[in-house]
T-cell receptor
């Protein structure tokens, strides 16, 4: 299994500001994913981040609001831009197993509160 | 569109009781099915998965799940729960684009010692 770390683990931010969340994996992976888990809700995929190409966003999520970088095979960032209280969520990074197709490992998450 | 339904929001059991958590999905094609668990303060962890073959799959910590294709179900079971099983359990399905896991809303399990 992959070991995934995220920074920051939590943050409290002001409305209108932006926060960049980092995801670091201990091995090279092709597929990285960013999910959001709003309070009392399930995990929802925001986008898929592949190294060397633009991220692929799911319906309801746009690049201007959630820009993603994927500079190499072990690292990705997600920025939550122009934040509002509705963006208060846990943001999780995950990677697909290099051995088993479709099996994903999750990071610890970043708990974001927007005031 | 794919969706996953978990019928129980919060289940409370005493130790040694049997557990069954329901999960139904909507997708007409071939699916991969997962149960993830999140213990208090910890990461999401894979509990078990079904890709193909024997529809009864066994996971870690004595959990098992049965894929019933005709019912579009993948219920999670454990014959005798322990206090340490207190956690939130998520059912997920992937049947479409690579990597896109669709999660249910989760079931919180509380086990009373």
């Amino acid at each position: 299994s992959a070991v995934i770390s995220q920074k920051p683990s939590r943050d409290i931010c002001q409305r209108g500001t932006s926060l960049t969340i980092q995801c670091q994996v201990d091995s090279q992976v092709t597929m990285m994913f960013w999910y959001r888990q709003q309070p009392g809700q399930s995990l929802t995929l925001i986008a898929t981040a592949n190294q060397g190409s633009e991220a692929t966003y799911e319906s309801g999520f746009v690049i201007d609001k959630f820009p993603i970088s994927r500079p190499n095979l072990t690292f990705s960032t997600l920025t939550v831009s122009n934040m509002s209280p509705e963006d208060s969520s846990i943001y999780l990074c995950s990677v697909e197993s290099s051995l088993i197709y479709n099996e994903q490992f999750f990071g610890p998450g970043t708990r974001l509160t927007v005031l | 569109a794919q969706s996953v339904s978990q019928h129980n929001h919060h289940v409370i059991l005493s130790e040694a009781a049997s557990l069954e958590l329901g999960c139904n999905y909507s997708y007409g094609g071939t699916v991969n099915l997962f149960w993830y668990v999140q213990y208090p303060g910890q990461h999401l962890q894979l509990l078990l998965k079904y890709f193909s073959g024997d529809p009864l799959v066994k996971g870690i910590k004595g959990f098992e799940a049965e894929f019933i294709k005709s019912k579009f179900s993948f219920n999670l079971r454990k014959p005798s729960v322990q206090w340490s099983d207190t956690a939130e359990y998520f059912c997920a399905v992937n049947g479409g684009s690579q990597g896109n896991l669709i999660f249910g809303k989760g079931t919180k399990l509380s086990v009373k010692p």
